[in-house]
């Protein structure tokens, strides 16, 4: 069964040789959004999807029957939306006979744990030959490189190692949060971008699904199938990213507009201003990731740090969302939206901070807004971004 490769990554082309080595791969797709009284009516619910009586899955590779959902609920911190479910392609494509689990919950924070049985050793040398070669620039001997992989990958921030029931583990070149742990010749794979998991609890589930293999529990992947499709159903449908806003109420956050704004494609709009003093153009660009946002989001935050233990930490500077008003002057609210902020709580995805490169991005329900503006007041931005999310 072939590892989920996450599919919105942006790879060299070292890693993307392993993409392409991988055929056979599912890639990983990002969860369908729901409405707000589904996320209610779910969390309040937390429904128990320990066991199933009466397994359907016959063929005896379920991957679904590796982990206890209580346990994964417990990395997750929410309960399941629906049933662990086997997937083809994560998420938006459930399948009965699937080689993923995927572990989903109302808010679409899912977990992909893929197991290989068989021939998953040539499968992690091939990904760790290309990361020694990212690492070393292709110059050295191989197995040089390769034992210093080992030596290193499982250092913690903190000094500590990672252990567990295998004999060699990596994360994904060129990913942040795609663990890969062999052992002998089985392979498992878990991809934890659009959770708020760390590296250290994703292994710690790996850890578990391999002592589990030869023992599994009485849980059918298949039988998830159903109520996963009812969930993607929910998602959010996409429209075009300027008729969120009306123009009057684009000029009441950013002032009066050039011409009425421009829909490139489904997910961007242009919106432009008459030029500053000086000639400069005044214009600003809204775009919107209406799935994968949350996976997108983490792994731009993330991917540069992809082999420190703690993933989750997040490295970009955040400031608390604040709706369309906020009196701020220009340099307090460029200062302010990228300082760090020592009293965020709850997710960072989920207010306003300061983008990957420049602007403002945020997410909600994984889809992911993205505000950036030429010679724009920032509070103006951040305004534009908070009043997109509430149509959301």
């Given amino acids: 069964m072939p590892v989920a490769v996450p599919p919105k990554y942006r790879l060299s082309i070292a890693a993307a040789f392993v993409v392409a080595a991988l055929v056979g791969c599912g890639q990983q797709s990002s969860p369908p959004t729901a409405t707000a009284t589904a996320t209610a009516?779910?969390?309040?619910?937390?429904?128990?999807?320990?066991?199933?009586k009466a397994p359907?899955?016959?063929?005896?590779?379920?991957?679904c029957t590796l982990l206890d959902p209580k346990e994964v609920e417990a990395v997750l911190g929410e309960p399941l939306a629906v049933p662990p479910f086997r997937a083809s392609n994560g998420p938006l494509d459930p399948s009965p006979t699937g080689n993923?689990?995927?572990?989903?919950?109302?808010r679409f924070r899912y977990l992909n744990l893929n197991?290989?049985?068989?021939?998953?050793?040539?499968?992690?040398?091939?990904?760790?030959?290309?990361?020694?070669?990212?690492?070393?620039?292709?110059?050295?001997?191989?197995?040089?490189?390769?034992?210093?992989?080992v030596k290193s990958r499982f250092k913690l921030e903190d000094g500590t190692?990672?252990?567990?029931?295998?004999?060699?583990?990596?994360?994904?070149?060129?990913?942040?949060?795609?663990?890969m742990a062999l052992r002998g010749d089985q392979l498992i794979t878990i991809e934890f971008a659009a959770t708020n998991s760390t590296l250290k609890q994703a292994a710690s589930l790996i850890d578990s699904a391999y002592k589990r293999i030869g023992q599994p529990l009485k849980i059918d992947g298949a039988a998830g199938v159903a109520a996963a499709k009812t969930l993607t159903a929910t998602r959010p449908k996409p429209v075009p990213a300027c008729s969120l806003l009306s123009r009057a109420e684009y000029e009441a956050i950013l002032g009066p507009l050039k011409a009425d704004p421009v829909t490139d494609?489904?997910?961007?709009c242009q919106i432009d201003l008459p030029s500053q003093s000086g000639g400069l153009p005044a214009q600003v660009s809204l775009r919107i990731l209406w799935k994968w946002g949350y996976q997108q989001w983490r792994s731009d935050h993330q991917t540069n740090v992809a082999h420190s233990a703690e993933v989750s930490q997040i490295?970009?500077?955040?400031?608390?969302?604040?709706l369309p008003g906020m009196p701020r002057s220009t340099a307090a609210a460029d200062t302010a939206a990228r300082q760090d902020n020592a009293t965020q709580t709850g997710d960072p995805a989920e207010a306003i901070g300061a983008g990957r490169?420049?602007?403002?991005?945020?997410?909600?329900?994984d889809v992911m807004v993205q505000v950036d503006g030429l010679v724009i007041d920032p509070g103006k931005q951040q305004a534009l971004l908070a009043a997109v999310l509430t149509k959301l």
């Fill in 357 to 365: 490169f420049k602007g403002f991005a945020a997410v909600k329900r």
């Fill in 41 to 52: 009516t779910a969390t309040a619910t937390a429904p128990d999807f320990t066991v199933s």
């Fill in 115 to 149: 197991v290989q049985l068989s021939d998953g050793a040539k499968t992690y040398s091939m990904t760790t030959t290309v990361k020694g070669l990212l690492n070393s620039g292709g110059s050295g001997d191989g197995n040089e490189q390769r034992a210093d992989i």
């Fill in 265 to 268: 494609a489904e997910d961007s």
């Fill in 100 to 106: 993923t689990c995927v572990y989903e919950t109302a």
């Fill in 56 to 63: 359907q899955s016959t063929s005896g590779d379920d991957p």
């Fill in 161 to 179: 190692e990672l252990t567990g029931e295998w004999d060699e583990a990596s994360l994904l070149p060129m990913t942040c949060c795609t663990f």
């Fill in 315 to 322: 490295v970009t500077s955040l400031t608390a969302l604040r």
